[in-house]
């Protein structure tokens, strides 16, 4: 089973064309070797994890659970970034020994230190950066620069949440986290809802990742202190 997951993370694999420049900081951490790493142009891995508590019917959760869970992968030299789904079902080892269990279970039980060992060992590469974003953050996020244009992959509604396939329009906050959320209807369950993910990542870097971005600093600090 472990290995047959494994796979199933290798193959969800798509490529992000960006020249867009991230700089992220891990607490309490000596980051001069990532400095020289990218001045080297060594690749790059940070990884997302979306977890789901913060608002909807998660708000009042106490702990989370990573429910969304992606490595990107920047290549300095080729200006390319990978992002590898993994999904949130997969069974690996916990904690660094034998002891099997969902990945999602890691954040829950020892927050990104422990959801980074068990990612790390079960991908075999090194993590250098992390990104945890609430479902409440995600929201206000996209709310922030007004919305978030797609065009869905499928028809389908989600809590009141309605969809169109091929009809591109601009969707809420909380639509678009919706959008990204939906499994039980789609005929590919968690691989379908991983790529709906990655579409919205790429539009995300597409329409925010711009000149724009610089007049809604203020704004995100801001949600970057409350969340």
Sequence with gaps: VYWSYKITANESISAVQTNTTIDLNQNNEDDSGREKQIKNEKPISILLIGLDSG??????EQSSRSDAIILATLNPKTGQTTLTNIPRDTWLPIDGVD???KVNHAYMNGGIVQSKQAISQYLGVPIDYFVTVDMKAFIEVIDT????ELTPNQTFTQNNASFTEGQREMFTGEEVIHYARMRKQDPNGDNGRQVRQQQVIK??????????ILKQVPK???LYQDN
């Excluded at 608002?55 to 009042?60: H, R, T």
């Excluded at 620069?145 to 978030?148: P, Q, S, T």
């Excluded at 539009?203 to 000149?211: N, T, V």
């Design 203 to 212: 539009e995300i870097i597409a329409q925010y990742f711009d000149a724009s």
């Design 145 to 148: 620069f007004g919305g978030l």
């Design 220 to 222: 995100l600090y801001k």
């Design 99 to 101: 002891e099997f269990s």
């Design 55 to 60: 608002a909807l019917m998660y708000e009042n």
